[in-house]
């Protein structure tokens, strides 16, 4: 899998991008990111890539030009179209279901705004989804862009593990995940459960299993119910 991220601010990308399981994953070369700043693909002498929004208001709006240059210099480069999502509070909110087909994707490119947003013409000519982490506004899309991509190629082949890392985790399979321990065995009086220390495979998955249901109804009642539904 390869991704290419858009920003103003790539080296914010980079040093997150570069550490834990995701660092590890681009030195080993399970994924490739490529993160490439907004700004070297302007022809303002000044590097501006922003401006005033027609109509009036406050705040800047990113050109176009910029982005478009820069999304087509990354396609040049891979000899694709690689599938473009903008990072913005109007999108639909990323769930596990949308990183698990992201992961199944080639080549993504996550396009950054900032400001008051990009110009919505580039939206009209390269985007094919808006994408958001939330009912909230953020200074720019680079936090987002962080959060899809470690979403992603954390279940990228060879990555964890080993897929079991990832499918008992919370949301993957439509209920969240069961209490977890390790040692020691008692600590300030409370006990890791017995079942734990049975060794009875059956037992423990039986455990588990009650045990992810009632959380998931403590916690996410609605998960619950979407679950008991089972797929449409």
């Given at each position: 899998?390869r991704i290419?991220?858009a920003?103003?601010?790539p080296?914010m990308?980079e040093a997150?991008l570069?550490?834990?399981?995701v ?9 490739e990111?490529?993160?490439?700043n ?6 303002d ?5 922003d401006?005033?929004?027609?109509g ?10 910029p982005?478009?240059?820069?999304y087509q210099?990354v396609?040049?480069?891979t000899?694709?179209k690689p ?19 992201y992961?199944k994707m080639e ?11 990009v110009d919505?013409?580039i ?5 094919d ?7 909230y506004?953020?200074?720019g899309?680079?936090l987002p862009?962080l959060?899809?991509?470690?979403s992603v ?7 964890l593990?080993g897929?079991?890392?990832f499918?008992q985790e919370?949301?993957?399979n439509?209920?969240l995940?069961?209490p977890?321990?390790t040692?020691?065995?008692?600590w300030?009086?409370?006990r890791?459960?017995?079942v ?9 998955e ?9 959380r998931?109804?403590q916690k ?13």
């Amino acid at each position: 899998m390869r991704i290419d991220i858009a920003t103003l601010f790539p080296e914010m990308c980079e040093a997150v991008l570069s550490e834990s399981i995701v660092g590890r994953a681009r030195k080993n070369g399970l994924v490739e990111v490529h993160c490439h700043n907004i700004r070297d693909y302007t022809l303002d002498k000044h590097n501006r890539v922003d401006d005033t929004p027609y109509g009036g208001g406050k705040g800047m709006v990113m050109q176009a030009d910029p982005i478009w240059r820069c999304y087509q210099a990354v396609c040049e480069m891979t000899q694709d179209k690689p599938h473009v999502i903008y990072l913005s509070p109007q999108g639909k909110v990323l769930t596990q279901a949308m990183s698990v087909e992201y992961s199944k994707m080639e080549h993504l490119f996550l396009l950054c705004g900032h400001y008051e947003g990009v110009d919505e013409r580039i939206i009209e000519k390269i985007v094919d989804e808006e994408v958001s982490i939330g009912d909230y506004v953020l200074t720019g899309g680079e936090l987002p862009a962080l959060v899809l991509a470690d979403s992603v190629i954390r279940l990228c082949d060879g990555v964890l593990s080993g897929s079991e890392c990832f499918e008992q985790e919370s949301h993957y399979n439509g209920l969240l995940e069961y209490p977890q321990y390790t040692r020691p065995e008692e600590w300030e009086g409370m006990r890791v459960p017995e079942v734990l220390l049975s060794g009875h495979h059956a037992n423990i998955e039986k455990w588990r299993m009650e045990q992810s249901l009632k959380r998931t109804e403590q916690k996410r009642p609605d998960m619950l119910k979407t679950y008991q539904k089972g797929p449409n």
